[in-house]
T-cell receptor, first 113, second 117 residues
């Protein structure tokens, strides 16, 4: 069972570049999430989705976009990368609303220079 | 605002000993869920244990157990017989209603635990 798979694991971007962080899950979870983790700041929710075709903003959505065309995939798009977007990004999924916990991917470390 | 506080940024314990990580939260809700997640150096977040607020019995998962004090809004994690592989950052999280059927996780800032040989 692969669980939640994120690619790439590491990436360096130049200011102003764009990229897509990929996330796919094979557990047929309806709910999926994108978090960013900054040192000493805990996890902040960027976007989430309650099912294919439905997405909504979290706490820190500015500078990001998402789409959910299938149950399995939930890519995160960074447009015009800025140094403030240097962070570790985690994708997660859950059965229903996550009352039994989330399953996380292994993260993407992104550096914007 | 609902918050989760982990008052111990760093802790250490000797292998085979017991350690308790503290977590307090603030809420006006009566029914909610609490979680402890572990983030080892490999970076992946792993669910350790969960507690449903309407259950008075403390949750237990092998060497991991919680002391849930609802009135005090406290949710501490006890790790017994600590192992080197328990070295990790531990995050406490509270799940609250976020309108309608939506729920949202509120995260603490974490406690870094080092298990020493």
């Amino acid at each position: 069972n692969a669980g939640v798979t994120q690619t790439p694991k590491f990436r360096i971007l130049k200011i102003g570049q764009s990229m897509t962080l990929q996330c796919t899950q094979d557990m047929n979870h309806n709910y999926m999430y994108w978090y960013r983790q900054d040192p000493g700041m805990g996890l902040k929710l960027i976007y989430y989705s309650v099912g294919a075709g439905i997405t909504d903003k979290g706490e820190v959505p500015n500078g990001y976009n998402v789409s959910r065309s299938t149950t399995e995939d939930f890519p995160l798009r960074l447009e015009l990368a800025a140094p403030s977007q240097t962070s570790v990004y985690f994708c997660a999924s859950s059965y229903r609303q996550g009352l039994y916990g989330y399953t996380f991917g292994s993260g993407t470390r992104l550096t914007v220079v | 605002a609902q918050t989760v506080t982990q008052s111990q940024p760093e802790m250490s314990v000797q292998e085979a000993e017991t350690v308790t990580l503290s977590c307090t939260y603030d809420t006006s809700e009566n029914n909610y869920y609490l979680f402890w997640y572990k983030q080892p150096p490999s970076r992946q977040m792993i669910l350790v244990i969960r507690q449903e607020a309407y259950k008075q019995q403390n949750a237990t998962e092998n060497r991991f157990s919680v002391n849930f004090q609802k009135a005090a809004k406290s949710f501490s994690l006890k790790i017994s017989d600590s192992q080197l592989g328990d070295t990790a950052m531990y995050f406490c999280a509270f799940m609250k209603h976020d309108g309608g059927n939506n729920r949202k996780l509120i995260w603490g800032l974490g406690t870094s635990l080092a298990v020493n040989p």
